[in-house]
């Protein structure tokens, strides 16, 4: 069984690579060993191919249900939203990005599209890929989010991109404000302290 290449100790020459499309046979067979991978890690929710060194375009999550992508596309995306994520190929070293909440997506193994939603959609809400008849409580928006940013995550994979890719600088930076002895900045030529710090 292969594993997981910590690219912090390892080369991995296909973890930037846009990966080959495969057949539906191929790409179920593969995504049967990534299932198998993370079933006896136990610490990961998703993993591309080229995260073991496998040159195809296939990907699974597990957030709450198995899901098996191949040769995904996201063909939709709607409400951007920041998130905090890690890669099981980085270990220990989390990024903040900005996802999208709400997404819609593309597999050879599914007629039609899958969306994949945090947005509230009432205590009965259900993604368009789950079981008939399964219903999720309103609790579940943070799964419903997480799942939604892993498949992204994951197609991202699939594209040659890491969360590193898309990280984001958080750093707040106050605006300077003048001292109480320099020009107020409303260009009425007085100092700071005698024209606006008093308004």
Same mark, same amino acid.
């Given at each position: 069984?292969?594993?997981?290449?910590?690219?912090?100790?390892?080369?991995?020459?296909?973890?930037?690579?846009?990966?080959?499309?495969?057949?539906?046979?191929? %790409?179920?067979?593969?995504?049967?060993? +990534?299932?198998?991978? +993370?079933?006896?890690?136990?610490?990961?929710?998703?993993?591309?191919?080229?995260?073991? %060194?496998?040159?195809?375009?296939?990907?699974?999550?597990?957030?709450?249900?198995?899901?098996?992508?191949?040769?995904?596309?996201?063909?939709?995306?709607?409400?951007?939203?920041?998130?905090?994520?890690?890669?099981?190929?980085?270990? %220990?070293?989390?990024?903040?990005?900005?996802?999208?909440?709400?997404?819609?997506?593309?597999?050879?193994?599914?007629?039609?599209?899958?969306?994949?939603?945090?947005?509230?959609?009432?205590?009965?809400?259900?993604?368009?890929?789950?079981?008939?008849?399964?219903?999720?409580?309103?609790?579940?928006?943070?799964?419903?989010?997480?799942?939604?940013?892993?498949?992204?995550?994951?197609?991202?994979? +699939?594209?040659?991109?890491?969360?590193?890719?898309?990280?984001?600088?958080?750093?707040?930076?106050?605006?300077?404000?003048?001292?109480?002895?320099?020009?107020?900045?409303?260009?009425?030529?007085?100092?700071?302290?005698?024209?606006?710090?008093?308004?």
């Amino acid at each position: 069984m292969k594993k997981v290449i910590d690219c912090f100790k390892e080369d991995n020459p296909v973890i930037q690579k846009k990966l080959r499309k495969v057949t539906l046979e191929e %790409g179920e067979k593969v995504a049967t060993e +990534l299932f198998e991978i +993370l079933n006896k890690r136990k610490d990961g929710i998703g993993l591309a191919a080229n995260q073991v %060194g496998i040159d195809a375009a296939v990907a699974v999550v597990n957030v709450r249900e198995p899901i098996v992508l191949i040769n995904p596309e996201i063909v939709s995306r709607e409400t951007e939203i920041p998130f905090y994520e890690g890669c099981l190929s980085f270990p %220990g070293k989390g990024v903040n990005t900005k996802r999208y909440e709400t997404v819609e997506v593309t597999s050879d193994n599914v007629d039609g599209t899958m969306i994949f939603s945090g947005v509230d959609t009432g205590e009965k809400a259900k993604g368009s890929w789950e079981q008939e008849g399964k219903t999720y409580q309103v609790k579940d928006r943070d799964l419903r989010i997480l799942e939604a940013v892993c498949v992204q995550h994951e197609i991202d994979h +699939l594209n040659g991109l890491v969360c590193m890719d898309r990280k984001i600088d958080t750093t707040y930076r106050a605006e300077k404000k003048p001292g109480r002895n320099e020009p107020c900045h409303c260009g009425s030529g007085k100092k700071f302290k005698k024209c606006c710090i008093n308004k």
